[in-house]
């Protein structure tokens, strides 16, 4: 699956940004979808997943209670909703998928990424 996301950009510490992920195909139905993110000179980092079609929901323990994921089944999206950002929030996310576990580093699929970057 191919998969866009978008929604990234500048913001100052304590803002919020939606990101959003699509797929050019149609459909994400029976994907595990999630975000992965890479900050300058990191390794990438599990954000936040969502199971198939949407009751399961994990998170980075550094992202909990300030992030929220979600998927609308109809319109084949899935959303990154950031609240309360910081700067060690700024980092390239990448929306990700998987037919056969739930998201990770090592997820199947990979979008290109959209750049965060959170001001002091």
């Known amino acids: 699956v191919q998969l866009q996301a978008s929604g990234g950009g500048l913001v100052e510490a304590g803002g919020s940004l939606t990101l959003s992920c699509a797929t050019s195909?149609?459909?994400?139905?029976?994907?595990?979808m999630g975000w992965i993110r890479q900050a300058p000179g990191k390794e990438h980092e599990f954000v936040a997943g969502?199971?198939?079609?949407?009751?399961?929901?994990n998170y980075a323990d550094s992202v909990k209670g300030r992030f929220t994921i979600s998927r609308d089944n109809v319109r084949h999206t899935v959303d990154l909703q950031m609240n309360s950002l910081k700067p060690e929030d700024t980092a390239i996310y990448y929306c990700?998928?998987?037919?056969?576990?739930?998201?990770?580093?090592?997820?199947?699929?990979w979008g290109q990424g959209t750049q965060v970057t959170v001001s002091s």
């Open positions: 990700a998928a998987d037919r056969a576990k739930p998201v990770s580093t090592a997820a199947a699929f």
């Open positions: 195909e149609g459909t994400l139905s029976y994907y595990y």
């Open positions: 969502i199971s198939w079609p949407g009751r399961n929901k």
